[in-house]
Nanobody, 121 residues
Framework: QVQLVESGGGLVQAGNSLRLSCAAS????????MGWFRQAPGKEREFVAG???????RYADSVKGRFTISRDNAKNTVYLQMNSLKPEDTAVYYC???????????????WGRGTQVTVSS
């Protein structure tokens, strides 16, 4: 059974940083793409960043230059380093796994339960 567990969320002031982690189990981690998405209240889940099994990376325009996605296949973990956080980054952040790197949430077949990120102004 595939399981994804996010951690690292919290409350921070604007301009500060957080690093999210997503630990995966139940499938061969290195064989799958991983994605980070976020969902604010009343909004749809949106793509933030993704990394393919070969290491190709994509970012949403809203986070380019501020967020960095990485993966450690030895630890079955994907990370999201978030710098220069803004109040509009406030959301629940989810990681998902999929065969290929995709920006549509509907393409991902497994999800974690999410971790709350709140950025105060």
């Amino acid at each position: 059974q595939v399981q994804l567990v996010e951690s690292g969320g919290g409350l921070v002031q604007a301009g500060n940083s957080l690093r999210l982690s997503c630990a995966a189990s139940g499938r061969t981690f290195s064989s799958y793409a991983m994605g980070w998405f976020r969902q604010a209240p009343g909004k749809e889940r949106e793509f933030v960043a993704g990394i393919s099994r070969s290491g190709s990376i994509r970012y949403a325009d809203s986070v380019k230059g501020r967020f960095t996605i990485s993966r450690d296949n030895a630890k079955n973990t994907v990370y999201l380093q978030m710098n220069s956080l803004k109040p509009e980054d406030t959301a629940v952040y989810y990681c998902g796994t999929n065969w290929i790197l995709a920006i549509a949430a509907s393409e991902y077949d497994y999800w974690g339960r999410g971790t709350q990120v709140t950025v105060s102004s």
